[in-house]
């Protein structure tokens, strides 16, 4: 079992940034692959980026390459997100979620067995 805790989110204005971070709690957290996803008013929850135990294996969403940083901190049991010159379209509830089965992490929802309860990010002026 784990446990996943976000928290960064907010109300920021177009082109400032944001850093989300993920706590997690319970068995070794380096054996899961993590996954941020996110979801907008109306719409499906959608893969945002991943990365696999070690960082070695990194996957971003086409919209966010270049400007989001998936990173974790083994030691910390910390997953973060970096998000850099947000966009309105950027607005979401961001998850974060941990894979036992997925080794080099995964884009697919279904991977992901464990999920955090979603940290809220609005981009608006």
């Known amino acids: 079992q784990v446990q996943l805790v976000e928290s960064g989110g907010g109300l920021v204005q177009p082109v400032c940034s944001l850093r989300l971070s993920c706590a997690a709690f319970?068995?070794?957290?380096?054996?899961?692959?993590l996954g941020w996803f996110r979801q907008a008013p109306g719409k499906e929850r959608g893969f945002v980026a991943s990365i696999d135990g070690g960082g070695g294996y990194i996957y971003y969403r086409g919209s966010v390459k270049g400007r989001f940083t998936i990173s974790r901190d083994n030691a910390k049991n910390t997953v973060y997100l970096q998000m850099n010159s947000l966009r309105p379209e950027d607005t979401a509830v961001y998850y974060c979620?941990?894979?036992?089965?997925?080794?080099?992490?995964?884009?697919?929802?279904?991977?992901?067995?464990?999920w955090g309860q979603g940290t809220q990010v609005t981009v608006s002026s």
């Open positions: 979620a941990a894979s036992a089965a997925a080794m080099y992490g995964s884009t697919a929802y279904a991977d992901y067995g464990y």
């Open positions: 319970g068995r070794t957290f380096s054996s899961y692959a």
